[in-house]
């Protein structure tokens, strides 16, 4: 049977770093499933002759999601009672759903992961406060790369910043990372639009849709798990609005619009420029850079992005505001929100 170069590092490259963000469930899977690539050949070869760097494409978030989706649909047995910490044989579990369930591996692989992680809204929320102390206006959101839209209802949640309240106090989704250093400024949360785009949203009304986000969540973290449920049940309450279509072309039309008077047009994004091409963030940040050459006290523009550096060792929260210009790294963060080490 054909071996694979490439796979036999990433997976277990990819396990020490999630064993070190605490989780030594998903950690031990994707050991095993590398231990037992041979038995899956199509997987073996997507990961094999992906084009372009596998880490940057998250390929092993998407195996391990795939692993996830088949243990809840109960296929194999052997594997859903490990997930319900019934055994701890990886190796038995791991390798027999791969044996069987290559295909399904394979295609749930091609498609991008889908996150939509919602315990990063509080680092975007303290950015928009450190952005409202600059601006002092209410904001209109544009976020790139939605997925179901969970972060556009950023406003409907309820945070608590290193012990700064912001948010919904009353809301079901509750947000609290670690915090480090000191807390956002005390500024108000107000959003008065907020709008976003993805090559193929996803519908929160759609069953089919929650459990592929749920999948996507590690299997050790259930009150990660838990703030999913609950935002997605907000999401089919408060609709977020998102288009279909490419970020970068997109972007460029939205900021062509007309800005109302008053308010801080806010564009922000989440581990999503890693999949964009060479070419599109260059629109972007084109896009970006002309449209704040308009910018005004009156109609101000800001910038939030919350993105790993080039060299993929830390995830930074980083703000551009206009006219006055000039970015600032706000904070170091967890690569799913669940600490904050802010700079400010």
């Not at 309450?237 to 800005?259: K, N």
């Not at 890693?274 to 800001?302: K, M």
């Amino acid at each position: 049977m054909t071996e694979y170069r490439v796979i036999r590092g990433e997976l277990a490259r990819q396990a020490d770093i999630i064993r070190a963000l605490g989780s030594p469930f998903v950690a031990s899977v994707l050991e095993a499933g590398e231990r037992h690539l041979a038995e899956a050949p199509r997987t073996a070869a997507l990961i094999e002759t992906w084009p372009g760097d596998p880490s940057a494409a998250a390929l092993a978030m998407r195996f391990n999601a795939a692993i996830h989706a088949l243990a809840r649909r109960g296929r194999p047995r052997t594997l859903t009672s490990l997930y319900q910490r019934r055994h701890d044989d990886f190796d038995g579990a791991v390798g027999e759903a791969m044996a069987a369930e290559d295909d399904f591996i394979a295609a749930w692989m091609r498609d991008p992961p889908q996150t939509n992680e919602v315990s990063r809204a509080a680092a975007i929320v303290a950015a928009l406060m450190a952005a409202r102390e600059e601006l002092g206006l209410p904001f209109e959101l544009l976020e790139l790369g939605s997925s179901a839209g969970l972060n556009l209802n950023l406003a409907h949640y309820g945070y608590d910043l290193g012990g700064r309240a912001a948010g919904m106090p009353d809301s079901p989704v509750r947000i609290a990372p670690g915090w480090r250093g000191r807390p956002p400024p005390a500024e108000a949360l107000e959003v008065v639009a907020a709008r976003g785009v993805d090559l193929h949203p996803l519908d929160a009304t759609d069953e089919a849709t929650r459990e592929r986000l749920l999948s996507f969540i590690f299997a050790d973290q259930p009150v990660r798990a838990e703030r999913l449920r609950q935002a997605l049940a907000l999401a089919q309450r408060h609709r977020p609005r998102i288009d279909q279509a490419d970020a970068a072309s997109w972007l460029v039309e939205r900021l062509r619009e007309p800005q109302p008077a008053g308010r801080c047009r806010a564009i922000f994004h989440s581990m999503v420029l890693q999949y964009l091409g060479d070419e599109d963030r260059r629109t972007v940040e084109t896009a970006i850079l002309q449209a704040s050459a308009r910018a005004s006290a009156e109609r101000p523009l800001a910038w939030i992005g919350f993105e790993w550096t080039p060299d993929r060792k830390e995830v930074q929260l980083k703000l551009t505001c206009w006219p006055s210009g000039g970015t600032r790294h706000l904070a170091t963060c967890h690569a799913y929100g669940a600490w904050i080490d802010w700079h400010g």
